[in-house]
């Protein structure tokens, strides 16, 4: 259970850590938010839970391709913000576009045989 609470309190400081930032230096929040430090500790407990070279590289490929569909909510939650839309709104619709970003790369990955 100790190790559960670990991963949990660093996920939960990381988050706060961002959004506490953000308040007063948005570029330096969104940098925060940005490092892959969740990806990072991720696989550092995937290796202290499973240290297997094959499993690590498959999981960081994999990784990577759904980073990238994830990009483009990041841009369009901006536009739709300075165009006057609610910011729910505008979460909505970027995670609404990820989501089917993502089905494209899991049908890609499919088809064209990406690690996934």
Same mark, same amino acid.
């Given at each position: 259970?100790?190790?559960?609470?670990? +991963?949990?309190? #660093?996920?939960? *400081?990381?988050?706060?850590?961002?959004?506490?930032?953000? +308040?007063?230096?948005?570029?330096? &929040?969104?940098?925060?938010?940005?490092?892959?430090? $969740?990806?990072?500790? &991720?696989?550092? *407990?995937?290796?202290?839970? +499973?240290?297997? +070279?094959?499993?690590?590289?498959?999981?960081?490929?994999?990784? *990577?391709?759904? %980073?990238?569909?994830?990009?483009?909510?990041?841009?369009?939650?901006? %536009?739709?913000?300075?165009?006057?839309?609610? *910011?729910? %709104?505008?979460? %909505?619709?970027?995670?609404? $576009?990820?989501?089917? #970003? !993502?089905?494209?790369? $899991?049908?890609? &990955?499919?088809? !064209? &045989?990406?690690?996934?």
């Amino acid at each position: 259970m100790f190790p559960f609470l670990l +991963k949990t309190g #660093l996920a939960g *400081f990381l988050i706060a850590a961002a959004s506490t930032c953000a +308040k007063r230096y948005p570029g330096f &929040g969104a940098l925060i938010a940005s490092l892959p430090l $969740v990806s990072i500790l &991720g696989m550092i *407990f995937l290796w202290w839970d +499973k240290p297997d +070279k094959t499993n690590m590289a498959a999981h960081s490929e994999a990784t *990577f391709w759904y %980073v990238l569909p994830s990009l483009p909510m990041f841009l369009i939650m901006p %536009v739709l913000l300075r165009r006057g839309c609610p *910011f729910w %709104v505008s979460l %909505v619709i970027g995670c609404g $576009v990820t989501i089917i #970003l !993502y089905t494209g790369v $899991v049908w890609a &990955g499919r088809r !064209y &045989g990406l690690p996934l």
